[in-house]
C-alpha cells in the first residue's frame, strides 16, 4: 500500500541516509518498504545551533500496515472538471510574457492551440542588457526594464518557486519546470529558487519549445486600445494596428498602470484591492547565518540563512528574502524609485536583503479606483532625488527615529543617497513598519542591528484587479476577454501566476 509518512525529524548532518532514518521511525527494516518520493523537505532553526530536518515521503510498505500517528494512506489529488472554453480560431492573442502568460500558452499547445504572445519588451537576452544598463548609469527604458519583458518581473528577482497551494495544478507546473530543466528538488523544497540565472534559463526554452509547437512571439509590441461592443472585444489596437481576435488572454504585470486605464476607460469592469509597502533591509549575509543558524558552519552544509516573518499586530511582514543577493532597482517609468531583491543560483554575494512592508488600504490612499495606484506613486516620486539614486537609513536610526546623513556601503546601482524615512512614508506607515522591526529583532536577535534600510518597496501586489466571473474565469465585462496573473489581481509571486495561467489553458479547447 502508498502511505505518507509527515514528522520525519532528524539532525542536519552532512551526510544522511534517508532510508535508515524512515525504518528508525517505522521500527521496521529498510527492505520492508520503498521509498517513492519525497514530498517536502524544509529545515527546523528554532532550537539554536541545532537545526532540524524535517521531510515528508511517498511509501510502498509491503507488509501490514505499520502503525504510526504520522503515517496515512496516500490519497492521490485529483484536478476539478472546469468548463471548457471552445475557441475556433487557433491564434488566440496573450498579451504579456510572464509566468501566467507562457504557463497559460503550455496549457493551450496541449490541445493544438498556437497561441500569439505579445509584450511591450524585449525577449530576455535583450532586456537584460536594458536592465544592467539601467543600474549602471541610470538609462532607463520605460517599455524594456525589470517590469516589463519576456518573462516578467519575477526574471530579475531570486527566483523564488515557493506554494502555499495543495492545487494539483501547482505540481503540475512544477513538473513542466522540471522537464524545461529546472532540478527536481524544486517539487519539494520548503523554499525552493533557481535564482534570476535559473528563471532567464527557464524561460528561454519554454520560448524555444512554444516556437516549435507554432506559436509566434510579438516583442516590444504593446496593447494600446480595445473595441469592447455587446460583453465582447471586438478589436484590439496593438502598435497603431488593429486586429481581430477571437480570445484575448491578458497577462499584465502589476506595472501596467497606463493599460489599467485603458481598460477601464473601455468599461471593462475594475476593483481597487490592498497591497503593502514599505522598503527593503539590507544585512551581512554571514550576521545573518550566525544569528539564525547559531554557527557559520550550518551554512556550508544548508546553504545561506533564510527567514520570513510576521508582525500580526502591525499587520506587516518580511516579504521575497534573498539570501546572498542584491537590492535592485526596480523602476518602469520616469522620475520614480522603486526596489526590488534579486539573486543569483550560487546565492553567494556578501549580503542579503528582503522587503518589509505593511498592508495599506483605502483607509491609507482613499476610494477611489485608481488612488492606490497613485499612493504608489506618490511615494516612488517622493523617494527620486537624481539619477534613480534610492534613499537610505541606517535601521537603527530609522526605529530611534534619529538621522545619520554619513552613507553605508550597500549593493544598490547606481547609488543612494541618505534620507530620514519618517518624512518619506506617512505617519501610520512608519510606526507599523517600526513595530514590525522591533518584533523581527525579539524572534531573531539581532536581526536589524547592521542593517540598512533601502526604499521604497511598492510593487509587492496589484492595486488593481480585473474582476473576472469566478468560475469561467472570463471577464465580467467581455466574455472573451481573460484577465490572469498577478497583474491582474488574481496571483502573487511565480509559481502561483504560472498557476493561474495554466488553469486557464487547459481549458482551451478548438471547436
Request: charged share 20%.
Amino acid at each position: 500500500m502508498i502511505f505518507t509518512l509527515s514528522n520525519l525529524r532528524f539532525p542536519v548532518r552532512r551526510n544522511y541516509d534517508l532510508q535508515r532514518e524512515i525504518a528508525r521511525k517505522l521500527r521496521i527494516p529498510a527492505h520492508a518498504f520503498e521509498l517513492i518520493q519525497i514530498l517536502r523537505q524544509a529545515v527546523d532553526t528554532r532550537k539554536f545551533d541545532s537545526p532540524i530536518y524535517d521531510f515528508s515521503v511517498l511509501l510502498d510498505i509491503d507488509s501490514s500496515p505499520v502503525s504510526n500517528r504520522d503515517l496515512a494512506i496516500y490519497g492521490k489529488l485529483t484536478l476539478p472538471e472546469n468548463i471548457p472554453v471552445d475557441c475556433e480560431d487557433p491564434h488566440p492573442y496573450i498579451i504579456g510574457m510572464g509566468p501566467s502568460a507562457l504557463f497559460c500558452a503550455l496549457g493551450m499547445v496541449k490541445s493544438g492551440f498556437k497561441p500569439c504572445l505579445f509584450d511591450r519588451g524585449d525577449e530576455i537576452t535583450k532586456r537584460a542588457e536594458c536592465v544592467e544598463r539601467f543600474w549602471s548609469d541610470g538609462t532607463l527604458d520605460e517599455d524594456s526594464n525589470v517590469q516589463f519583458g519576456e518573462g516578467g518581473a519575477g526574471t530579475f528577482s531570486d527566483g523564488k518557486l515557493t506554494s502555499r497551494s495543495k492545487d494539483p495544478i501547482v505540481q503540475e507546473v512544477f513538473e513542466l519546470m522540471i522537464g524545461f530543466g529546472a532540478p527536481p528538488e524544486i517539487a519539494y523544497e520548503a523554499l525552493p529558487h533557481l535564482g534570476t540565472d535559473g528563471i532567464r534559463a527557464l524561460v528561454i526554452k519554454i520560448r524555444k519549445h512554444l516556437l516549435e509547437l507554432g506559436c509566434r512571439f510579438f516583442y516590444r509590441h504593446t496593447l494600446q486600445d480595445i473595441d469592447l461592443q455587446g460583453n465582447k472585444i471586438r478589436s484590439a489596437t496593438i502598435n497603431g494596428e488593429k486586429h481581430r481576435p477571437e480570445t484575448v488572454i491578458l497577462a499584465p504585470g502589476n506595472a501596467a498602470r497606463d493599460t489599467f486605464a485603458m481598460l477601464h476607460k473601455r468599461g471593462v469592469s475594475l476593483e481597487s484591492k490592498p497591497f503593502s509597502v514599505g522598503f527593503r533591509i539590507e544585512q551581512t549575509q554571514a550576521t545573518i547565518n550566525r544569528n539564525i543558524y547559531g554557527s557559520e558552519r550550518w551554512a556550508q552544509i544548508l546553504g545561506p540563512a533564510s527567514y520570513r516573518l510576521t508582525d500580526k499586530n502591525s499587520g506587516s511582514y518580511t516579504f521575497c528574502m534573498c539570501p546572498g543577493g542584491m537590492v535592485i532597482g526596480a523602476a518602469s517609468e520616469k522620475t520614480g524609485i522603486v526596489t526590488n531583491g534579486m539573486s543569483f543560483s550560487t546565492r553567494n554575494n556578501k549580503w542579503c536583503n528582503s522587503g518589509v512592508v505593511t498592508g495599506v488600504d483605502e483607509k491609507d490612499f482613499g476610494n477611489g479606483l485608481f488612488d492606490g495606484i497613485f499612493f504608489q506613486k506618490h511615494l516612488e516620486q517622493k523617494a527620486f532625488l537624481a539619477g534613480y539614486q534610492a534613499p537610505v537609513q541606517a535601521a537603527t536610526d530609522f526605529v530611534r527615529g534619529s538621522y545619520n546623513s554619513q552613507p553605508q556601503s550597500n549593493s544598490f546601482r547606481p547609488g543612494t543617497w541618505c534620507c530620514d524615512f519618517s518624512t518619506l512614508f506617512p505617519d501610520g506607515v512608519v510606526q507599523k513598519l517600526k513595530s514590525a522591526l522591533q518584533k523581527f529583532d525579539q524572534i531573531i536577535n539581532g536581526f536589524f542591528g547592521d542593517a540598512l534600510l533601502i526604499a521604497p518597496e511598492t510593487r509587492t501586489s496589484s492595486p488593481i484587479r480585473i474582476v473576472r466571473d469566478r468560475n469561467l474565469m472570463h471577464s465580467v465585462s467581455a466574455s472573451n476577454l481573460y484577465p490572469v496573473g498577478e497583474g491582474s489581481g488574481y496571483s502573487g509571486g511565480i509559481i502561483s501566476s504560472a498557476a493561474d495561467g495554466l488553469r486557464l489553458g487547459n481549458r482551451f479547447k478548438i471547436r
